[in-house]
């Protein structure tokens, strides 16, 4: 299906490249993901064009939950599962699947605490779109579809700095070889600089949610 996508400056090389490769038509609009949607809308108003939200739209929500039941099936009992987040489709969609049944907790970069803010006021608010994982947690707000449903199944919301997501991507890279980007690490982050601390005997699972990256980003 033809599609365009709308994508802001911040976006990495590597996710705008593949973007291009996978043959859509991209237009990189703005500084940041809030200047990108208030482009794509425009586009849907002038084209008619059917809009998928990046986040906040049942579809996305649904589509993005599905990560959950893929984690229960393939990592068996879980106590707790760490989910970064931006705008907040994935730890939507997540939750809502595991409702209750495995302790979800938020992580965030502190440049970017889109959930945390929304926290705090009570409802989606204004935050800061700062740290190096702004590229893709870094929306101005959480969903309005989504932060009712954080609300009710997210256990609580942490933060971790732009040190700590580094440490974290190179931890994942030199004993994994897995290449996560800075949005992808927030989980690991959080287990490695403490920011969440696992029970004796928990069952902790870190969701690692993307590779846009280019391999001169990771330590040897």
């Known amino acids: 299906m033809p599609a365009k996508i709308f994508v802001p400056t911040v976006s990495a090389p590597a996710k705008i490249e593949r973007i291009r490769q ?18 794509a809308q425009q586009w849907e108003m002038d084209s008619g064009a059917m809009s998928v939200h990046a986040f906040d739209q049942y579809e996305t929500l649904v589509g993005q939950g599905s990560v959950a039941l893929e984690l229960a099936e393939q990592a068996g009992e879980l106590d707790t599962v760490l989910v970064p987040v931006g705008g907040g489709g994935l730890i939507a969609g997540m939750a809502a699947y595991l409702a209750g049944t495995v302790r979800v907790v938020g992580v965030e970069p502190d440049g970017a605490p889109t959930l945390t803010c929304a926290r705090a006021h009570g409802k989606p608010a204004d935050a800061p779109a700062g740290s190096i994982a702004a590229d893709a947690l870094a929306p101005r707000r959480i969903g309005d579809l989504v932060f009712p449903i954080t609300e009710r199944y997210v256990d609580r919301v942490v933060l971790v700095d ?8 190179s931890r994942l890279w030199q004993a994994l070889r897995i290449a ?11 287990l490695l600089s403490g920011a969440y601390r696992p029970a004796p005997d928990e069952h902790v699972a870190a969701v690692i949610s993307g590779a846009n990256m280019t391999p001169s980003g990771l330590a040897a």
């Open 162 to 169: 732009d040190p700590s997501i580094r440490a974290a991507q």
């Open 180 to 190: 996560a980007e800075p949005a992808a690490a927030v989980g690991v982050a959080a």
């Open 22 to 39: 996978l043959g859509a038509d991209l237009v990189v609009a703005g500084d940041r993901y809030a200047d990108a949607l208030a482009a």
